[in-house]
């Protein structure tokens, strides 16, 4: 009878030991995926910052710069398509999706490059406080941004190294956590911009 016993209670160690194991690996990518959604949260932030600052940046300019009504244009489109984009927790998991919200950054990201381009150009407007305050702040949204960015990508590379190890990989299977996606550099980002006075 005690061998019986020491079997069933040998047996249950066991079985706990495996039941913590496992419960480990769970709790392991639940804190990790949470890092990556908190880390998310904190890109959509800055992005509906950059969203909120716009609009005032456009009408200051739009006084200033009457005759450069294209660049104008380009911003409020290229906000009114990030704007309009719906963003939801499975863009980080849908490379599609996510491919689109980048584009759409992207893009203006470029349209307000533009923007500061002119500024240079027109000494009027350059000049006016209310101008130049709204560009420093775009330009620390930017790298609020460019921050947080990076910020996601480690949380993803954290979450994404843990997953996709043995045999955490079975187990986040098993419950369906999936492989978060990262931010990559646009296109032509890795030559140097040519700067011509």
């Known amino acids: 009878m005690k061998k019986g016993w020491i079997v069933l209670l040998a047996v249950l160690g066991v079985l706990v030991f495996i039941g913590m ?3 480990g690996f769970y709790n392991g990518l639940v804190a990790l995926d949470e890092k990556v959604t908190q880390s998310w949260a904190q890109v959509e932030n800055v992005y509906q910052r950059r ?4 609009p005032n940046l456009v009408e200051t300019v739009k006084g200033y710069a009457a005759h450069e009504k294209t660049t104008l244009e380009t911003i409020t489109e290229a906000r009114a398509r990030v704007g309009s984009m719906n963003l939801s927790q499975d863009t980080i998991t849908d490379p599609q999706k996510f491919q689109a919200f980048q584009e759409a950054q992207s893009g203006l990201t470029s349209a ?3 923007l500061l381009v002119v500024s240079e150009n027109y ?3 350059k000049a006016n406080q209310s101008f130049i305050a709204l560009q420093a702040e775009i330009e620390g949204t930017e790298n609020r941004i460019a921050v947080e960015r990076g910020r996601f990508n480690e949380a993803a590379q954290a979450f ?8 955490t990989n079975v187990i986040g299977g098993m419950f369906g956590f999936k492989v978060k996606e990262y931010f990559k550099s646009e296109v032509g980002a890795n030559k140097a911009p040519k ?3």
């Open 51 to 54: 969203l909120d600052l716009i």
């Open 112 to 114: 307000l490059s533009r």
């Open 160 to 167: 994404n190294t843990r997953f996709r190890t043995f045999p």
């Open 123 to 125: 000494p009027d407007l």
């Open 195 to 197: 700067v011509q006075f």
């Open 21 to 23: 194991s496992l419960a």
